[in-house]
């Protein structure tokens, strides 16, 4: 059985601004072809899943048997739903931002997948259509720069939205989201948002029992959740100001 490499991602980004942006050149673009072990391993881990076979166990057994890299084993674990979980998310989501609307945005959340985009991170489009990544950041900023700009692009962005009000939570846990709040704060007032921007605890919570019409995470636990429709807002952004595109998880299991 031949080894199943890392799997691969995002085409060719435009190029950042190299004057604002830490990476110049712009971001790394990943490769852009799928393994075929790893194609088969996504088929049978949706059978499992799809049998109720526990994740993790399910995880595990797939991946030793496919040898999967690390992020093999993440891209499945992060983009491959069940049929019915992936059908139940995909109901909920919305690919633009609706008029008028008052928005709760899983701050870290979008913040993290922004940086980890601009880092050349493993991206695709999971199997309930949000763009999700390998991860990485694990609750630490460890390129402020990077991660600076990208709070900037996305409080543009919202500028542009016509939203009624924007709340943007942040997990207080995280090291120095005091400053990264005091940071959104300004950047917001720039862009003449109507947002706050709140440190809590629990962020998840408030995310799930949000009352407003609309969320933005890629979060599949607070998705599930929900109640709102659920807004991709990374997605939105990197697509429409850094022109990127991103495989779907999906087309392996079709």
């Not at 690919?95 to 985009?117: M, P």
């Not at 962020?203 to 933005?216: K, M, Q, T």
Request: a negative charge; one cysteine or more.
């Amino acid at each position: 059985m031949s080894d199943a490499k890392s799997p691969s991602f995002a085409e060719n980004p435009r190029p950042l601004d190299t004057e604002t942006t830490p990476f110049p050149g712009g971001p790394r673009a990943p490769e852009t072809d799928f393994d075929d072990a790893f194609a088969a391993a996504a088929r049978d881990y949706r059978m499992l899943l799809d049998k109720e076979y526990p994740v993790d166990a399910s995880l595990k057994l797939v991946g030793d048997r496919y040898r999967l890299s690390h992020n093999g084993r993440m891209m499945l674990y992060r983009g491959i739903l069940s049929r019915s979980a992936s059908q139940i998310n995909l109901a909920k989501l919305v690919r633009a931002s609706w008029e008028g609307a008052e928005l709760g945005i899983d701050g870290y959340n979008v913040l993290f997948t922004l940086t980890n985009y601009l880092h050349g991170h493993p991206m695709f489009i999971a199997t309930d259509g949000f763009l999700r990544d390998v991860g990485g950041a694990h609750g630490r900023i460890a390129d402020h720069r990077g991660f600076e700009r990208m709070a900037e692009v996305v409080a543009e962005m919202l500028s542009q939205l016509n939203l009624s009000k924007v709340t943007f939570f942040l997990d207080a846990p995280v090291s120095s989201s005091g400053k990264q709040a005091a940071f959104l704060r300004e950047a917001f007032a720039r862009c003449a948002v109507n947002a706050e921007v709140r440190l809590e605890n629990g962020v998840d919570h408030f995310l799930a029992c949000w009352e407003g019409e609309l969320i933005a995470t890629a979060d599949s636990a607070i998705i599930a959740r929900t109640s709102a429709h659920v807004f991709d807002l990374a997605r939105y952004i990197l697509e429409r100001q850094f022109n990127a595109h991103f495989p779907p998880l999906a087309s392996l299991i079709a």
